[in-house]
């Protein structure tokens, strides 16, 4: 049974730092591409980042790049989100999730997401 | 960037109702479009890939459709259960995107 369990939400200050991990099983974690998508209060589905499987390499929206890093064990089976320079504009619930396959990149598995807060 | 712009926003619905929603991409996607359910204070769940390939353990009255750049997401007999916003999804090229959520009460 696949699992994907986020956790490393909270609250913090704009400015301030944070990183969210997101353990899995279930899968061959290595060959898989995985994704953060977050979702604002009461807003719609937002991709953040993914890193691709198969020593792939790693994609940013333009909202985030630069500021938030997207990295991955695969010894761990988990995946990893170091969001910097926090802004209020990135509250929001961070979901992980499981592309189907390189060539099939849509979103099979999500887990239950942790909600990050950027607030003084 | 390519932009999905659903239709409605928000549908009330009476069960046993037939719902349409609409996914309009602002570019050539293929059929690289998927439909999520999202129910409250749940996580999003695949409901159909590649534009009308159903999943498993998905319900038969949930299908999908393509014509061009629209998309269409249809619930047959809609069931009280089927409360939820549903999200389409773009794959055919980074940024990964959304659609804005269309969002189906029951009446």
């Known amino acids: 049974e696949v699992k994907l369990l986020e956790s490393g939400g909270g609250l913090v200050p704009p400015g301030g730092s944070l990183r969210l991990t997101c353990a899995a099983s279930?899968?061959?974690?290595?060959?898989?591409?995985l994704s953060w998508v977050r979702q604002a209060p009461g807003k719609g589905l937002e991709w953040v980042s993914t890193?691709?499987?198969?020593?792939?390499?790693?994609h940013y929206a333009d909202s985030v790049r630069g500021r938030f890093t997207i990295s991955r064990d695969n010894s761990k089976n988990t995946l990893y989100l170091q969001m910097d320079n926090l802004r209020a504009e990135d509250t929001a619930i961070y979901f992980c999730?499981?592309?189907?396959?390189?060539?099939?990149?849509?979103?099979?598995?999500w887990g239950q997401g942790t909600l990050v807060t950027v607030s003084s | 960037e390519i932009v999905l712009t659903q239709s409605p926003d928000f549908q009330s619905v009476t069960p046993k109702e037939k719902v349409t929603i609409t996914c309009r991409a602002s570019?050539?996607?293929?059929?690289?479009l998927h439909w999520y359910q999202q129910k409250p204070d749940q996580s999003p769940k695949l409901l159909i890939k590649?534009?009308?390939q159903s999943i498993s353990g998905v319900p038969s009255r949930f299908s999908g459709s393509r014509s061009g750049t629209d998309f269409t997401l249809t619930i047959n007999s809609l069931e009280a259960e089927d409360a939820a916003t549903y999200y389409c999804?773009?794959?055919?090229?980074?940024?990964?995107?959304f659609g804005q959520g269309t969002k189906v009460e029951i009446k």
């Open positions: 999730a499981k592309e189907r396959a390189a060539a099939d990149p849509y979103f099979d598995y």
């Open positions: 279930g899968f061959m974690f290595s060959n898989y591409g």
């Open positions: 890193f691709a499987g198969h020593g792939g390499s790693a």
């Open positions: 570019q050539s996607i293929g059929s690289n």
């Open positions: 590649y534009a009308s």
């Open positions: 999804h773009q794959s055919s090229s980074l940024p990964w995107t």
